[in-house]
């Protein structure tokens, strides 16, 4: 049996998959706890600062409730473990950086291709190359959205606390499961190194999507692997359950074979793109306060929504009409909300803060005429709350 600490005079007690209970932990930690909660099977990665703690908080307690750590040699080879492991069945994932993110990518494009469940999360410090290792970044959001070549779709969760960094990782396994696709936890340093209550309900009330299976068993029929039902997602068999499986990155059939011609490549990829695209409405998430009669809406996410919320809120007390709208999800982009705000009729522009040079600020200007204001820091540091107040002002 696998146990806990033991004090002397004391029996063992077994090592808990899910912590009930409130604790007061780093974003990093409670990352890791929603991993194990979501049921985590294998973790293969490598230390990389900010996200380290994940795997060193993983690494202890995976083992002890029968799951699998290893360390691999580079993210190169993280990221293909985690891809082997999903293969097989595992619920799998990875913690890294921005260098690391970068070295995951042509991989990432591999697992979207065949389609199988991986969760990576990127703990974004200040960048481009080694930068500011241990300070706040926020510029790995549009890498995380096209950073393999080609098109393709993903999911990414932006968490603003470590109790979402727990609760939006339980999110990203069972999307990854539903939806046969890799997802991201874009966190930054500062959430991951915030120190926080976490409420960790009990383990009967964690939500689990399974992933979907063949509804036939070995041998009766021909298993289509990717043969996808209404909702664009195929049934998944595995590696060693008795099916006939391939799997390539190769353009492929429904039987997973190559067939390297156009039409099949039209039709593969734009379902790759749209088993995202058309389930958005069940996938997006967003935060939203005042937004009813705002003529300034700040638009944020992650750190940078805890300034952002707290000067939209003394916007308000000084009378300003100013609305507060923050991205849980980044990926699918929430289009139709802002278009919504926008066909209001009400709304005079839009403020958007980020620890980066401007890229969700982009997704914003290409959906509107209206003024669109950036309030910008390469990396380093997060903005305060009174600049963000200073610019709703002006």
């Known amino acids: 049996m696998a146990v806990s600490v033991i004090n002397k ?3 063992p007690e077994p090592e808990p998959r899910v912590r009930t209970g409130g604790h007061f932990m780093l974003g990093d930690h409670a990352c890791a706890e929603g991993a194990l909660a979501a049921g985590l099977d294998f973790f293969g990665g490598y230390p990389i600062t900010p996200s380290t703690e994940i795997a060193e908080h993983i690494a202890v ?12 040699e580079d993210e190169l080879a993280s990221i293909a473990a985690i891809i082997g492991a999903s293969a097989a069945g595992a619920r799998s994932f990875t913690a890294t950086s921005g260098p690391g993110f970068s070295l995951m990518m042509e991989n990432i494009g591999l697992a979207a291709m065949m389609e ?12 481009p190359s080694t930068g500011l290792p241990t300070m706040v970044g926020q510029s790995d959001v549009l890498q995380a959205r096209w950073g393999s070549h080609g098109d393709y779709g993903i999911i990414a969760y932006c968490p603003s606390s470590p109790q979402e960094c727990f609760d939006l990782t339980i999110r990203a396994f069972n999307a990854a499961d539903q939806y046969r696709v890799p997802v991201f936890i874009l966190m930054d340093e500062v959430v991951g190194h915030m120190a926080e209550r976490v409420i960790i309900p009990a383990a009967e009330d964690i939500p689990h999507t399974p ?15 990717y043969a996808p039902d209404a909702d664009m997602v195929p049934p998944i068999a595995h590696a060693g359950e008795g099916y006939k499986v391939h799997m390539t990155g190769l353009t492929h059939d429904e039987r997973g074979y190559p067939a390297l011609n156009a039409p099949t490549h039209n039709k593969l990829v734009n379902r790759l793109v749209d088993k995202i695209r058309l389930n958005a409405a069940d996938i997006v998430m967003y935060e939203e306060i005042a937004t009813e009669d705002a003529d300034t809406i700040v638009i944020s996410f992650g750190c940078t929504a805890r300034s952002a919320r707290h000067a939209v809120a003394e916007a308000r007390r000084e009378g300003l009409k100013c609305g507060f709208l923050r991205l849980i999800t980044i990926w699918p982009f929430p289009e139709k909300r802002i278009r919504e705000l926008i066909d209001q009729g009400n709304v ?3 403020i958007v803060p980020e620890v980066n040079l401007g890229q969700i600020r982009r997704e914003v200007e290409r959906m509107t005429s209206l003024p669109v204001l950036r309030l910008n820091h ?13 610019l709703i002002r002006s």
């Open 9 to 11: 005079g004391t029996k």
């Open 211 to 225: 992933r979907k299976g063949p509804r036939h068993k070995p041998g009766e029929e021909i298993f289509l692997s």
């Open 348 to 350: 005079k522009r839009f």
């Open 116 to 127: 199988l469940p991986v969760v990576i999360a990127d703990v974004m410090r200040a960048s």
């Open 61 to 72: 307690r995976l083992p002890l409730i029968g799951g699998r750590f290893v360390q691999m």
């Open 378 to 390: 390469a990396g380093g540091e997060m903005p305060a709350p009174k600049d963000i107040l200073e």
